[in-house]
């Protein structure tokens, strides 16, 4: 395909070369082969003939999202979506990944079709879009639970083989596999994830994982190439349920797991972290402060004395309550903004469990 080509008033020509990538992508994503004219990031029916239909312009922009994201992961990106292709809402819309910068922070999020298009008429009360990483964190830790569960990889094993010393080589395999997860590449967890799991649907109240135990059997052999045989759609699948809701907490919205502690990893608030390093930091120069006022302390450290008392008395937090933070298992309500106004923090740690959310 080659551009047009064009002659300007000094009788020169230019185009008649092929199409740049950029200019594809862009004919692509114009609206109006859809007869539709565009203003102000809103589209509007126009008075010309459409000369794509619905079906192939919603096919095209599922494929160009897709595009978007692999290229990210095959380009090995700090924090690719691995769910690509295989997230949905409750009304069976397709949800592609994207992301927001915020001052300086990038902030990933699956998000309806729908509501990326901004097309109101075929959007529903079941759109909606949701932390990258919470999700993928919830479905990660799900089928790291799967290759722990001894009766469902042996179930798996029957499918390809009989004898028992199969299944339980297979058993060990699947520990293994969950065991170095973490440690594996973007690449290979998305090499599994596409293979084991057929469908992701993000309900109001669950995510819903529909997994193909049946392939078990392939995803634990060592070895797997990061492009495994396809999967049939037909291959039967069984519902992994995980109870979640969206919740803001602090600024964030956050799909919060409720009563599943087996999925319950996450990685630490930097916010929560910083707060603590700060209340150490005060506690130390009242240590070592020689009797100095509080007032005269918190000048040296430049800020004004009530946030500086407020801080110090985080220091004096219970050890596992501290740990717990570390670890990133506090409750997802405590944000660094709620424990620096919590007021006087109890002395005795059960109190301070109370007060915190800890049970």
Known sequence: ???????????????????????????????????????K??????????????????????????????????????APSLLTGLVYDAAGERMSPTHANKKGTRYRYYVSQSLITRDRSKGTASACRVPAADLETIVEDKVCAA??????????????????????????????????????????????????????????????????????????????ECDPAPVSDDAPATVLSVPARLKRTGMEMKLVIQGDASVAHREPDRSLLRLLGQAQ????????????????????AGVNPSYFTRVFRISFLAPDIIQ?????????????????????????WTGQRHLLGFG
């Open 324 to 348: 717990a933070i570390v670890h990133g298992r506090q409750p997802h309500e405590l944000t660094a903004n709620k424990l620096r106004l919590a007021g006087r923090i109890p002395s005795s």
């Open 1 to 39: 395909m080659i551009s047009k080509v064009r002659v300007n008033r000094h009788g020169r020509e230019t185009g008649g070369t092929p199409i740049a990538r950029g200019a594809l992508y862009w004919m692509l994503r114009n609206r109006l082969y859809r007869g539709e004219i565009v203003h």
């Open 147 to 224: 290759l722990r569960d001894e009766a469902a990889v042996y179930n798996a094993a029957s499918i390809g083989a009989a004898d028992i010393s199969a299944g339980r080589t297979l058993i060990e395999q699947a520990a293994n596999l969950a065991d170095r997860w973490r440690r594996l590449r973007p690449a290979e967890k998305r090499a599994i994830l596409r293979t084991f799991i057929a469908r992701i649907t993000v309900r109001s109240d669950r995510v819903e994982i529909w997994a193909r135990l049946a392939t078990l059997a392939v995803i634990v052999t060592p070895g797997l």
């Open 41 to 78: 990031d809103q589209h509007h029916p126009g008075q010309h003939e459409a000369i794509i239909d619905e079906a192939q312009w919603d096919e095209v922009q599922a494929a160009l999202d897709e595009n978007r994201v692999e290229h990210a992961v095959r380009s090995n990106a700090a």
């Open 281 to 300: 930091r005060f506690h130390d120069m009242v240590m070592n402060g020689q009797g100095k006022a509080m007032g005269k302390l918190a000048a040296e």
